[in-house]
């Protein structure tokens, strides 16, 4: 029941149970980058900046001391101000800042949830391309894959690499064949790369390529 509600859910109301009862531990970093990828959607061409510091961040790329993040937090300050929403701007900040604002177990579910249906509000759109950047990230939750290390090749870990660094996705067909080379048959890794969808920053099999958690 949880699993189809996971496929087929198209608001993250009909994801509220399923979310509640993840058969998996989902990192931090795997919540940020959901969030990030429902910020794009929001800040459009003018705040790509802003939110490729923070990726850099979640990816510890930015070194965590005093005067990064006062730094990054001053950026995020600067593309807040023109939002008047103070209810959109407090659940940016979540997501942006260093802070969860929530220590529960559930608060980085609860945080995207409340910033992508605020999203949707202001786009006036439906919420289908953010549960697409979701199950992009974090994959089936109630399907985990085993992946194993053979599969993790020169070749394959250089196309994930290549798409990772410059969030270009267009060659999630070709990194399928170079897995297949590594002999990689399972069948959910490989319809991901080769079936029609959004791959954003996070995609769970180029994590799982590239041995991110």
Not at 117 to 133: C, P, R, V, Y
Not at 165 to 180: G, N, S
Not at 187 to 205: K, S, T
Request: hydrophobic share 40%; aromatic share 6%; net charge negative.
């Amino acid at each position: 029941m949880f699993e189809r509600s996971w496929d087929q859910s198209t608001s993250w109301d009909g994801l509220a149970i399923p979310l509640a009862s993840l058969p998996v531990s989902i990192s931090e970093r795997k919540w940020r980058l959901v969030g990030c990828a429902c910020l794009n959607r929001y800040l459009r061409e003018t705040n790509q900046a802003s939110v490729s510091l923070h990726l850099r961040y979640i990816e510890r790329h930015v070194a965590n001391n005093l005067s990064d993040l006062n730094a990054l937090h001053r950026v995020t300050e600067k593309h807040l101000t023109p939002i008047t929403d103070e209810h959109v701007r407090r659940l940016v900040g979540t997501v942006l800042r260093s802070d969860w604002l929530s220590n529960d177990a559930l608060g980085p579910q609860r945080n995207i949830t409340r910033l992508a249906q605020t999203i949707s509000e202001l786009l006036d759109d439906d919420q289908t391309a953010q549960l697409e950047f979701l199950r992009d990230i974090i994959g089936n939750p109630f399907r985990p894959v085993t992946f194993s290390p053979s599969w993790r090749t020169e070749h394959t870990v250089g196309i994930a690499a290549k798409m990772y660094d410059e969030r270009e996705f267009a060659a999630m067909p070709i990194l399928a064949d170079a897995l297949q080379e590594a002999e990689c048959e399972d069948a959910d890794i490989l319809a991901h790369c080769r079936e029609p969808g959004v791959h954003v920053r996070g995609c769970w099999v180029v994590d799982l390529v590239l041995g991110k958690a």
